[in-house]
């Protein structure tokens, strides 16, 4: 059965903290408020008045399938594949496509962390850290044979966009003139992060082509400073920063400064924007006089938001976005912040707890990108040993259309062959 959302409990844990690009965590706490239930689940009642228009077994055909179809997609199930190489610890799992995952962690006695990529195993992962960045590295996505991310030139020093094809050798530095920079993510060749110019300022940036002389700033004009998350076609999405550095305003960009779409919807005041797929967006914002952020997915723009925090969740971040479904996380401050990785299917009810899947009871997982096969990529703590490990959710497959089809005309000939009792009086 899927697991229902609810109230979490276990000891207060701390999120240690993801590596941010300028020593700063541009994420803004999570948000309690009141549920905006955008239910799915009103497919059945829209069949049922539907009913004079259609004969009974049909009816009843169709009302059985639409039952078999809302089950089916409660008892979604997930396999999980630990993913955490045998010498590393600090792991974060942070991006997944193509069969291939990414994200980082620091070799046993190292106190730097390295970007990381796998092909579906702990056994096949791949050190993709340039010993030239004495101060670690971090892969934070990939789109085909690319994957990108940043590295420190030293030990606490500026951070420099980087990205790779498979090897640490392969690196680029995507830099240019900025005096620090980072990439957050990849679509095609596309890729977006953000570099810090002259006046110290974070802006924005897309290398169009994946390289440096592409680079376009994305900050709007006025804007103290911006950074990008998520691109997908000719799609990108991030923040507005304040002249502190601190998170403002969700934003859509098509691909220029002036293109952009300021998300933050009326009624919530600080919004990130984390991931986009197509004309979706997602990320989280906090509702005015709350504390805790909710999980929102837009449509571009603002008024379409949805709130995808579900009942029993306090706050929740939505963080990535594929193939219809959102994943991120969610937090119960009554049960002293333990925080559960979650998957939405467009509405807050939809939510699956996928904590309840992990091979040992963690009150603290993430769920931070998803493919187009609904494989999710995260990272869990394991409290009987303190670890971090990078997990890989990967859904059960389903029934088919066809077999739900067969189990509807099933039905459809039970009812008739039923009426034919009733009429001619043999029915107990």
Known sequence: MRPRVKKIEGPREEEAPAPSDNRKDYRPRYNAANLLDESGGKLLPELLRKEDQTNTSFRAAVVL?????????????????????????????????????????????????????????????????????TGGSVANGLSGGTQVGYGAISLGGATHALKWTGTAASFVDLNGSFSMSGAHGVSGSAIVGF???????????????????????????????????GVDGSHQVGVQLLSTGSPNHALLWSGTAGSVVDLNPTGYGTSIAWGVSGSVQVGQAIPTGAVFSHALMWSGTAASFVDLNPTGFDG?????????????????????GATHALVWGGSADSAIDLNSFLPFKSTLS?????????????????????????????????PGPGSLLMFGAGVALAVRWRKKLFRFGTAH
Do not use: K
């Not at 187009?372 to 670890?387: L, M």
């Open 65 to 133: 399938l639409a039952i078999a179809g809302l089950v089916m997609r409660a008892n979604a199930q997930y396999t999980v594949t630990d993913l955490t190489p045998a010498g590393y610890t600090g792991l974060f799992g942070n991006g997944i496509a193509g069969g291939m995952q990414v994200g980082s962690g620091a070799p046993t006695g190292s106190t730097i962390s390295h970007a990381l990529m796998w092909s579906g195993t702990a056994g096949s992962v791949v050190d993709l850290h340039p010993s030239s960045y």
């Open 195 to 229: 570099g810090t110019v002259s006046s110290g300022d974070n802006h924005a940036v897309l290398w169009a082509a994946g390289t440096v002389g592409s680079v376009v700033d994305l900050n709007p004009t006025g804007s103290p400073g911006s950074i990008a998350y």
């Open 316 to 336: 929740t971040v939505a963080r990535g976005i594929a193939g219809g479904e959102e994943v991120g996380w969610g937090m119960s401050d009554a049960a002293f």
């Open 366 to 398: 993430h769920a931070r990108g998803i493919d187009a096969a609904g494989n999710i990529i995260g990272d869990a703590i394991d409290p009987d040993d303190g670890t971090m490990h990078v997990v890989m959710w990967s859904p059960v497959p389903e």
